[in-house]
């Protein structure tokens, strides 16, 4: 009885609380781990941002692991040469409709697959989801053809067609972004209590006043945490821009780098700034929707 009482204290230690298996080397072990990783993860985006603020003459004279030469000329130089203020402009045009589609057709087709019961559930959710199971790559053929076959007015497009129009671009990304986010909201929505909506139907909330009043509201952390991930990766997307638009004056942000890029050689330091330029954005709203977002990954991470 006492050998068990004195394992018990040697686990739980001085303060009483359990103790990791290992102790201190164990957890200094784990702490180096963790440090090398953050530190060779950090590392190209700290030395990224150490040469957008040195000048290109400096660091071909004495080298890029040279410390000096400090200057902002490349931030104003990446500005003007990549026209980043009509580039932001075409990205917003392109981002902010997608994002807010996606994450309304999302809650709609999650709160059908949620909330009603009948035979083509599963099967709804499959193809929503299944554009996420094949690479772009695979359906970049048939998906310019449409897009080329759909006439619509001149005023929606001034080419005739979905090619070269901001809507085709914000279509081909709400379709290839709309399965991840039902799937992920799908499973919220099935964690609220059915004792909610039973107690709305009493009172004679219909099913629109279920969903927009009582559902949206309580998806509010899941839809935080997949709005900052759709932003990133629409934002980011260059892919599809490159094949569907064929005018210059529309290509989104991240074509901008490619106007950072000489003739004969290439300023590494000026396309740093311009990197530095492009990921700003997402990276502002991730701070701001940083508590949010942690609460939408961690949602039910404890329950039991």
Same mark, same amino acid.
């Given at each position: ?59 071909? &004279? ?13 931030? &104003? ?228």
């Amino acid at each position: 009885m006492d050998s068990g009482n004195a394992a018990t204290k040697a686990l739980l230690g001085k303060s009483g609380r359990p103790q990791p298996v290992g102790g201190s080397r164990g957890r200094l072990a784990t702490q180096v781990f963790l440090a090398v990783v953050a530190l060779v993860w950090i590392f190209p985006v700290a030395y990224a941002l150490l040469g957008s603020f040195r000048d290109y003459a400096y660091t071909s &004279k004495h080298g890029y692991f040279s410390f000096g030469g400090f200057t902002l000329q490349n931030y &104003k130089d990446a500005w003007q040469q990549a026209d980043f203020t009509h580039t932001m402009l075409n990205s917003a045009y392109i981002t902010i409709p997608a994002v807010l589609l996606t994450l309304f057709l999302s809650c709609c087709v999650a709160f059908v697959v949620a909330r009603f019961s009948w035979k083509f559930n599963l099967a709804l959710l499959g193809v929503f989801t299944a554009a996420n199971l094949l690479p772009p790559q695979a359906l970049l053929i048939p998906v310019y053809r449409m897009f080329r076959s759909i006439e619509v007015p001149f005023w929606f497009s001034e080419s005739g067609t979905l090619l070269n129009s901001y809507w085709g671009l914000i279509a081909v990304n709400v379709a290839f972004q709309t399965g991840f986010c039902a799937f992920v909201l799908s499973n919220y929505m099935k964690a609220l209590p059915r004792e909610l909506y039973e107690s709305a139907v009493v009172d004679g909330a219909g099913v629109l006043r279920q969903f927009f009043q009582m559902t949206l509201p309580l998806c509010r952390p899941p839809l935080a945490a997949l709005a900052t991930l759709e932003v990133t990766w629409i934002y980011n997307e260059f892919f599809w821009a490159t094949v569907l638009l064929q005018s210059g004056d529309k290509f989104p942000v991240t074509s901008s780098i490619n106007n950072l890029r000489g003739q004969f050689f290439t300023d590494f330091n000026l396309v740093a700034a311009g990197s530095v330029v492009i990921a700003l954005p997402t990276l502002i709203i991730f701070f701001v929707l940083q508590k949010q977002f942690v609460a939408g990954l961690t949602l039910g991470a404890t329950k039991g």
